[in-house]
């Protein structure tokens, strides 16, 4: 299958998240050496669970089938520009590339707040929308205090 | 319990997180009405999930207690700044504000990336770090045309 292919499968999983009312218009694919490894649907508003984007979902199942929190050499397809939340996973899993279909302009023309969650994202904690209160830095040093002074530690 | 204290409850769970061997140093609460509803810690490298951040665990239990995928109301106390990817899952799930500790800084300090993410997501995609490739534009406008179809949807 071509990259083509796999989004072409993804939209249309998507569309049917949609009409069996699982959830939101998303979809996407984890995929490596041409398998699918991981699959994912919307499913925020049937699982309640915010976090439960077409993207985490399939790189969570990704990773339980490969057996780490890492995607190396993998394909992420997604049938929209990833949210900065889906971004942000992306980023952590480190795939080799991602494949997205939809822009988030169209995302925002279909009621989806992508866009404005990137424009907050580069505003400073103190400018939000939603309020962000510092408290306690000095103390919240002990646990990476902790983590360099474990020898046993995992890097990710 | 005051906000430092349930700061200080959180600072004590990533500390204990990293000498169990559970993950990295962070934790993270979701409190609603003065009573602790969702507990977080960092279990990326235990679970084999990538997007196992403690903000995101605490979030993802908070919900499913409150039967909903909203935290209207509540507040996240996280030991740091979040992420991108976690601070996507804020505006996804809208508590009413977030107290954190420790700074992006601080993480970076401490080998985690959070603050090369912040900038990356400030790049178009086409000069990411990790290939964004646009692809069936035109055909991933259906799963949009699906939701707006379909009488039943339920907004997120």
Redesign the interface.
């Known amino acids: 299958m071509t ?2 292919d796999f ?2 499968t993804a ?1 249309e999983m ?2 049917e ?3 069996a ?1 699982r959830g ?4 996407a694919l984890v995929v490596r050496d041409g398998a699918i490894i991981g699959r994912g649907t919307n499913q ?2 049937t ?5 439960a984007h077409a993207e ?1 979902v399939a ?2 199942e990704a ?2 089938a ?6 190396t050499g993998c394909t992420l397809y997604t ?3 990833p ?21 988030r302009a ?2 925002a ?3 989806f ?1 992508d866009a ?3 424009e ?3 505003r400073p ?1 103190e400018a939000r929308r ?8 000095e ?6 205090e ?3 002074a ?1 020898p ?5």
Not at 47 to 51: G, M, S
Not at 66 to 71: A, H, V
Not at 83 to 103: D, F, I, L, N
């Open positions: 990259d083509r989004m072409q939209i998507a569309v998240n949609v009409r009312g939101g218009p998303f979809a925020v508003t699982a309640n669970d915010p976090t985490i790189i969570r990773c339980r490969l057996g780490t929190f890492q995607l049938t929209c520009e949210c900065p939340m889906c971004m942000g996973a992306v980023y952590w899993a480190r795939p080799a590339r991602v494949c997205y279909a939809a822009t169209d995302a023309a279909a009621g707040d404005h969650i990137y907050e994202l580069t904690p939603i309020p962000m209160v510092p408290l306690l830095r103390e919240a040093q002990a646990p990476f902790a983590w360099r474990y046993a530690r995992i890097a990710y």
